[in-house]
């Protein structure tokens, strides 16, 4: 059994950073695509950004495109997402997830999850 643990959230100023990890246990992510999605107050949870299994591939949401960039290292079982010039738009509660196969941004697709961890921006 596949389980994932986020870490790292937490209120930042807006332009501000965060680095937030997903740190998988149980079974190895290696063969497994990892997506980071959020969910605010009231509103859908949405994919953030994926990454493929070898990492040879990443996409991610126009809204964040430039500002966050996700990463893995299989060696640690631990996917990363780096978040640089925060908005408070930003502010939500990110989840990371884990598939079989392709990157995909359907939160239907992916049998694997976190708890989440609250990021805040607000000045």
């Known amino acids: 059994q596949l389980q994932l643990v986020e870490s790292g959230g937490g209120l930042v100023q807006p332009g501000g950073s965060l680095r937030l990890s997903c740190a998988a246990s149980?079974?190895?992510?290696?063969?497994?695509?990892v997506a980071w999605f959020r969910q605010a107050p009231r509103k859908e949870r949405e994919g953030v950004s994926c990454?493929?299994?070898?990492?040879?591939?990443?996409n991610y949401a126009d809204s964040v495109k430039g500002r966050f960039t996700i990463s893995r290292d299989n060696a640690k079982n631990t996917v990363y997402l780096q978040m640089n010039s925060l908005k408070p738009e930003d502010t939500a509660v990110y989840y990371c997830?884990?598939?079989?196969?392709?990157?995909?941004?359907?939160?239907?697709?992916?049998?694997?999850w976190g708890q989440g961890t609250q990021v805040t921006v607000s000045s």
């Open positions: 997830a884990a598939r079989r196969n392709y990157c995909s941004f359907y939160v239907s697709g992916y049998d694997y």
């Open positions: 149980g079974l190895t992510v290696d063969y497994k695509s």
């Open positions: 990454i493929s299994p070898n990492g040879g591939f990443t």
